[in-house]
């Protein structure tokens, strides 16, 4: 069965810092992943996804993501912070021809001025 | 730009009472999903639904739970006798194709509390 595990409960960063949230997964074969960000009272936005070919997948809003197969991850990245990145950011997995997603728990992102 | 709508935005209830969430997702999208979340907890998949029959559920989608299409627009999901551990955010999202690899478009999520 599938599993995400995102270590990271909460992390705080300064604006204008590196990013990087971990995701790990459990899963036989080569999964679908995502990463969705929920901001308050919003519902959760996709911010990437993986599926195949190149394993550094771009997303929305300047985030990037690279799966490792031989590590099981597949962590989120940015360059530098912004205070409207502070959310929470989501993990997800699915298995091909699959209808649900498996997410982690969760990560809490602070932004500090 | 279209997006998956939920009402109410909270709901509180009595335990063993009837809730009715509702949700329109987006209006070409032919696959719809319910997902909760539990307070400090991950979300979870309950209900998958499609050509208006359940196409996946899991454990958790008990007979207490039901899903509907009732007209071209709305998607909802019952639970017949509220229990306390129902309380939860409860999700609706929609996708023009089957997952595993198709995005699935999140509403902003209705807060079910269970007193």
């Known amino acids: 069965a599938q599993s995400v595990t995102q270590p990271d409960i909460h992390i705080t960063v300064s604006e204008g810092a590196s990013l990087e949230l971990r995701c790990n997964y459990s899963?036989?074969?080569?999964?679908?992943l995502f990463w969705y960000v929920q901001s308050p009272g919003q519902g959760l936005q996709l911010l990437l996804k993986y599926f195949s070919g190149d394993t550094l997948v771009q997303g929305i809003k300047g985030f990037e993501a690279e799966f490792k197969r031989s590590q099981s991850s597949f962590n989120l990245r940015k360059p530098s912070v912004h205070w409207s990145d502070a959310a929470e950011y989501f993990c997800?997995?699915?298995?091909?021809?699959?209808?649900?997603?498996?997410f982690g728990t969760g990560t809490r992102l602070t932004v500090i001025p | 730009e279209p997006e998956v709508t939920q009402t109410p935005s909270h709901q509180v209830t009595q335990m063993g009472q009837e809730v009715i969430l509702r949700c329109v997702p987006i209006?070409?999208?032919?696959?719809f999903y319910w997902y909760r979340q539990i307070l400090g907890q991950k979300v979870e998949f309950l209900v998958s639904?499609?050509?208006?029959?359940?196409?996946?559920k899991s454990e958790i989608f008990d007979d207490q739970f039901s899903v509907e299409r009732p007209d071209g627009s709305n998607f909802t999901l019952k639970i017949r006798s509220t229990k306390l551990e129902d309380s939860a955010m409860y999700f609706c999202a929609s996708s023009v194709r089957a997952s595993g690899g198709d995005e699935q478009f999140f509403g902003p999520g209705t807060r079910l509390t269970v007193l």
């Open positions: 639904f499609y050509n208006n029959e359940i196409s996946e």
């Open positions: 997800a997995v699915a298995a091909e021809g699959a209808n649900n997603l498996f």
């Open positions: 209006s070409n999208h032919l696959y």
């Open positions: 899963y036989g074969a080569t999964p679908y």
